[in-house]
């Protein structure tokens, strides 16, 4: 079992700035693949970005440029979100592969 923690959510203007993390713990592999997650109200779950033990990255069209994922070690991520837009208003999830853990999710809201 793989327990999911997300924290760093809040309420942000239009061009700010967030920083989300999550820690997991319990059975975790050493090779794994992490992701953030995001729904919006109405919408389908959607990937963010992914980072995969050995380092690579993918993101989401809709982020690039302004969106960084990064990993502190196996088990930490984080999701530096720059010039935060309302249409990434969501409720953001951390996701830990092979396991398919789920955290409980963090809510992002962008006022224009």
């Known amino acids: 079992q793989v327990q999911l923690v997300e924290s760093g959510g809040g309420l942000v203007q239009a061009g700010g700035s967030l920083r989300l993390s999550c820690v997991a713990s319990?059975?975790?592999?050493?090779?794994?693949?992490m992701g953030w997650y995001r729904q919006a109200p109405g919408k389908q779950r959607e990937l963010v970005a992914q980072?995969?033990?050995?380092?690579?990255t993918i993101y989401a069209d809709s982020v690039k440029g302004r969106f960084t994922i990064s990993r502190h070690n196996t088990n930490t991520m984080y999701l530096q979100m720059t010039s935060l837009k309302p249409e990434d208003t969501a409720v953001y999830y951390c996701?830990?592969?092979?396991?398919?853990?789920w955290g409980q999710g963090t809510q992002v809201t962008v006022s224009s």
């Open positions: 996701n830990v592969l092979p396991s398919n853990a």
């Open positions: 319990g059975r975790i592999f050493s090779f794994n693949v």
């Open positions: 980072i995969f033990s050995g380092g690579t």
